[in-house]
């Protein structure tokens, strides 16, 4: 592997460090913030969908299932970016960053203003987007709003540690106990900055992609 490829591994595994970081902070916001939906767990947001649904607050739950049909079109989205700008390398990265970025600005913007159901199904599609961008810790392959999936997939690296001795193992272990590390880390600052003043949420988000974007000016094409 050239220099420049370890050096835009380093600087992808930064971006999904951070961005496991942020969906875990979104998802405290939108909970807590948002009528109790969930922008990147799906997991739960299926869970409070249908605990609204069955003890009579369809018109709550219908914000669940919103937000999980943005989310989808987020990831689906991403995917069709990902194949079609496969050639631009690390560009691709920046070009979303800027988009993140802009979208966030706009919705920080405007956060008052804005029906709580379009800031869900955009704040959806913005986490489904990220999951299916940034996905690999050096070279772990990791959701870093999947909570679950990391979760198995951290026992299963622990199997192969404690019984098939396998040395890769030790680093995924490492990689996705990160993850979940971050997204745990996200909601608890997601918890006290909501705690402290609500609007002020988007706003730390939109500062922190920024940092992001800061970042890949360390990967030269």
Not at 31 to 52: D, E, I, Y
Not at 85 to 99: S, T
Not at 116 to 121: A, D, L
């Amino acid at each position: 592997m050239s220099e420049k490829q370890k050096l835009s591994n380093r600087v992808i595994t930064l971006l999904t460090i951070i961005a496991a970081f942020l969906m875990g902070f979104i998802d405290a916001y939108t909970f807590m913030a948002q009528n109790h939906v969930f922008a990147s767990a799906q997991t739960g947001n299926m869970v409070t969908f249908a605990v609204k649904l069955f003890s009579g607050e369809w018109r709550q739950a219908v914000r669940n299932i919103i937000v999980f049909f943005g989310f989808a079109l987020g990831v689906f989205l991403g995917e069709i970016f990902l194949v079609k700008f496969a050639e631009l390398r690390m560009l691709k990265y920046r070009l979303f960053l800027y988009f993140q970025a802009a979208l966030l600005l706009l919705l920080a913007i405007y956060q008052l203003q804005l029906d709580t159901r379009v800031m869900g199904v955009l704040l959806g599609i913005l986490s489904g987007y990220e999951l299916t961008m940034f996905r690999k810790i050096r070279d772990t392959q990791v959701n870093n709003g999947i909570m679950t999936g990391n979760a198995k997939n951290l026992m299963n690296s622990l199997y192969r540690i404690l019984f098939n001795k396998e040395k890769k193992a030790k680093s995924d272990f490492l990689n996705q106990l990160t993850v979940i590390v971050m997204f745990i880390f996200g909601v608890g600052i997601g918890t006290l900055v909501v705690q402290w003043h609500a609007t002020y949420s988007l706003w730390f988000a939109f500062y922190l992609v920024c940092l992001s974007i800061v970042s890949m000016f360390f990967v030269k094409e």
